[in-house]
């Protein structure tokens, strides 16, 4: 069966050092994958998303990395921050979904001052 | 910006009620969603609807109906509430295939106790 998988320890790292959040999926070939950061008591919002074909994406401080041969994604948040801090949430889409995501169940990110 | 707006931010009912969640999005988005989310189990798909009065189900539909008669809005209804519907609903939308890269809008939640 189809299975997306996170880290579920959290990820405890001092301000200034590089986040790195992992993402690993099988029996699954998504066209693309998604990157959510939700705070508590909130809904998720949309960070990122990478294409099949794309090896690698910025924004800003973020970068995600996307190898459909290790099945596995990585999300990179350089000279975190404490407001960093939530939990992030990776994505599948399958085209022939009709638009429907297949969601990990998040890691959290704890960003010490 | 999308904005996804949800009726109740905390809801507290009694087992046996009838309860309507409702949400509103105002991007002409022709997807929407409503999942669950609970500790450790992660978002679940409840019910996706992808056109006016179209629906489909999702992961965990048992215990839900939906409705969408207006394209901008989708209520979730729990027929007979129950104490393991206890959760944070999430209502989320997005646009259809073609049009996006179907990232979706998520409303702030609704924390629904039933007891």
């Known amino acids: 069966s189809q299975k997306i998988e996170q880290n579920s320890e959290a990820l405890n790292i001092q301000e200034g050092k590089t986040a790195t959040l992992t993402c690993n999926y099988t029996n699954y070939s998504p066209a693309y994958l998604q990157w959510y950061r939700q705070d508590p008591g909130r809904g998720p919002v949309f960070l990122l998303l990478i294409r099949e074909n794309e090896k690698e994406k910025r924004k800003e401080r973020l970068k995600v990395t996307f190898d459909t041969t290790l099945k596995q994604s990585l999300f990179h948040i350089t000279a975190s921050q404490p407001a960093d801090s939530a939990t992030y949430l990776c994505a599948l889409v399958n085209l022939s979904n009709t638009g429907k995501l297949i969601f990990g169940q998040g890691t959290t990110l704890q960003v010490k001052p | 910006d999308v904005k996804v707006t949800q009726s109740s931010r905390y809801l507290v009912k009694r087992t046996g009620e009838k309860v309507f969640l409702e949400c509103v999005q105002d991007m002409d988005h022709e997807n929407m969603f409503w999942y669950r989310q609970d500790p450790g189990l992660g978002l679940r798909l409840i019910y996706f609807?992808?056109?006016?009065?179209?629906?489909e189900k999702g992961d965990i539909p048992e215990g839900y109906s939906v409705s969408r008669e207006k394209k901008e809005r989708f209520s979730l209804i729990l027929e007979s509430a129950s104490t393991n519907q206890t959760s944070m609903y999430l209502c989320?939308?997005?646009?259809?295939?073609?049009?996006?890269?179907?990232?979706?809008?998520f409303g702030p939640g609704t924390r629904l106790t039933v007891t």
């Open positions: 989320a939308s997005s646009f259809a295939y073609g049009l996006s890269s179907y990232e979706q809008y």
């Open positions: 609807s992808y056109d006016v009065k179209m629906k």
